[in-house]
């Protein structure tokens, strides 16, 4: 399956998540599990394991600042808002 659009080509399987499962900082890597909801024939949601990222300290800095672009462009595309509906008192 060809990348994304935007994405260099690379031949690896892609994962798909909905949710974090966990993160942690360990022998100088960073380890971020993924997780997605599944539904079964009656229904039911069950989280299932969906993949890791094991990452250096300098690769979670550059993949925090490209998170950062595409939060403030989906914001400023009225996709996600970080205003909050209501104030608390």
């Avoid at 966990?22 to 997780?35: C, D, Y």
Wanted: with cysteine.
């Amino acid at each position: 399956m060809p990348s994304p659009p935007g994405l260099p080509e690379f031949d690896l399987p892609m994962i798909f998540a909905d949710s974090m499962a966990g993160l942690g900082f360990q022998s100088g890597v960073a380890r971020l599990a993924f997780a997605a909801n599944t539904a079964d024939e009656t229904g039911q949601e069950h989280m299932v394991k969906s993949g890791y990222l094991i990452i250096t300290p300098s690769c979670m800095l550059e993949l925090r600042s490209q998170i950062d672009q595409i939060l403030t462009e989906l914001e400023r595309q009225g996709v996600i808002s970080f205003t909050p509906e209501k104030l608390d008192g």
